[in-house]
């Protein structure tokens, strides 16, 4: 680096903007300096380890690697952002609850019917007793029935052809016009209802967790046949659904009283994202949120799933690029707008940390420039074990082509990875812009970069271990995301957002 002076104040002038450039990109490199391959493994060795039980939601395990989280974001000295009773916290602490039904029957007439059998139940209900309840039908359930029909404070009965998503917009929808109970009757045979309410039966048996303020409908889904007896005299009336299109006022038919009981056993479970910041200068009341979720899928008789690519390799990422912008900060070479180190927690278990993050946000989501999320960076893909030096980018030029565009320069100038964008097309049958966190920040127009080293075969395996991870690549991947971070946390204007955001359904099976 020895260089003569003459030459040195020749270039300087002449290349001033390079020399300029170079002392910019001089602070990055000396922050993303401190993000190492010791720092990240020894985190990686506390989070991926037995004692942490995989990190399932709700667990001890979980709550471990909350409390390994905070502290390392007390000692880099971020600031908290959640007011609790006993002062600031890094904790954004939320609950959680299981239903499993116990009992459910309907009694029509003297003919009783049962719980995933005849019928699905849908919701929190959970009765003392049996009780009876009058019912109204309503057709099909068109919108201009629904404004009509006068369903405030009626337990109502529908029909429909839809799939399971589509009832549930049905309900939603009469729920919204006041409907209480709703019976959704499914048109077709008995043998097609039985395929559909499989699968509802599947997630009860599972007792899936679920966000309480994600709306929870009561409602059940019925046999064509147990649809029909319901109906009983009137059918053939109804059948002709002359009240349905005659638009009047009443069209509505008054069926036969039911007796019915749902009893379940609701479980509460609380959980925790961990969320620490590194205040901005003069654009501090703009943020970037940089994520990465740190539950995973917990124990498998006897065997733990570490999750160290799942998502240990992020969450360790995470606590480094904090670490670096904290003492950038402390150094006097702190961003321009303030970043927000968030690790989640439930994304295994449908996205539920990001989606109680986006509807209770700490800052405004208006504000927030955009997301980095990371899941899975720690390992190589089949398909890259010759040219290792590589890395997925999902929906970088989804909502912002300057996002994309800085992106790329970003790695050009800094990483030079190969930057893989095969499963960001649109038509990509893996769908992974729609399953992870940042999907949950871009339906509110986020621009996000999702960053992904494929699949392997130690995907949610107790095979996904510390001892698997390639080092090396996760933290020149860290850096990467860092500089990104770094980028946008200094332009002179947030990333423009200049693209449609694509309708298109979340999809959270994994
Ligand atoms: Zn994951």
């Not at 709306?215 to 007896?229: C, K, L, R, W």
């Not at 278990?349 to 980095?372: D, E, I, Q, R």
């Amino acid at each position: 680096m020895l260089m003569k002076h003459a030459i040195a104040a020749f270039l300087l002038t002449t290349f001033c903007s390079c020399a300029l450039r170079a002392q910019q990109d001089e602070l990055p490199l000396r922050y993303a300096g401190t993000i190492t391959i010791e720092d990240l493994h020894e985190h990686l060795s506390v989070l991926a380890s037995d004692a942490l039980e995989g990190r399932e939601t709700g667990t001890r395990g979980q709550k471990m690697a909350a409390a390994y989280i905070a502290h390392q974001f007390g000692d880099y000295g971020l600031t908290p952002l959640l007011q609790t009773p006993s002062g600031k916290s890094y904790v954004q602490g939320f609950e959680l609850f299981k239903a499993g039904l116990s009992t459910a029957w309907v009694e029509v007439k003297d003919k009783k019917y049962h719980s995933n059998k005849d019928f699905y139940f849908s919701g929190t209900l959970n009765m003392e007793q049996a009780d009876t309840m009058k019912v109204v039908y309503i057709g099909s359930g068109q919108a201009t029935d629904i404004q009509t029909a006068g369903l405030k404070g009626n337990n109502v009965m529908v029909k429909s052809e839809g799939d399971r998503k589509q009832i549930l917009e049905l309900v939603t929808e009469l729920k919204k016009h006041g409907a209480e109970m709703v019976f959704v009757m499914t048109t077709g045979t008995d043998e097609s209802f039985h395929q559909m309410i499989d699968g509802y039966s599947r997630n009860v048996a599972m007792g899936k967790l679920t966000l309480p303020d994600k709306e929870q409908h009561n409602y059940f889904v019925i046999s064509p046949t147990m649809g029909a007896d319901m109906l009983g005299s009137s059918h053939k009336n109804i059948e002709s659904e002359t009240l349905m299109q005659s638009g009047q006022t009443a069209s509505f038919v008054s069926l036969p009283s039911i007796r019915f009981e749902v009893k379940q056993e609701i479980q509460f479970v609380s959980t925790e994202n961990v969320l620490g910041m590194v205040e901005g200068t003069d654009k501090k009341d703009e943020f970037v949120i940089v994520t990465a979720h740190y539950d995973h899928i917990g124990i498998e008789g006897t065997e733990v799933n570490n999750g160290a690519d799942d998502d240990g390799s992020g969450t360790v990422a995470v606590l480094e690029m904090a670490q670096a912008f904290a003492l950038a900060k402390k150094n006097g070479h702190g961003p321009r707008r303030s970043v927000i180190f968030m690790t989640l927690t439930g994304e295994e278990k449908g996205l539920l940390g990001s989606t109680y993050y986006v509807n209770h946000p700490v800052v405004p989501l208006a504000s927030t420039v955009s997301n980095l999320n990371i899941d899975m960076i720690g390992r190589i893909d089949s398909k890259h074990t010759e040219n290792p030096d590589y890395v997925y980018l999902i929906g970088s030029d989804k909502l912002s082509s300057e996002l994309h565009e800085l992106s790329e320069k970003v790695n050009t100038t800094f990483t030079q990875l190969d930057l893989d964008y095969t499963y960001n097309a649109t038509n990509d049958p893996n769908r992974f812009y729609y399953r992870s966190d940042h999907y949950n920040f871009a339906k509110n127009n986020i621009p996000v970069i999702f960053y992904f080293n494929g699949t392997h075969p130690d995907y949610h395996k107790p095979s996904d271990t510390v001892e698997k991870i390639n080092f090396e690549q996760l933290e020149k991947r860290t850096k990467l995301v860092f500089h990104t971070a770094w980028e946008i946390a200094n332009l002179d204007h947030r990333p423009k957002v200049d693209a449609i955001p694509e309708e298109i359904k979340l999809d959270t099976s994994k």
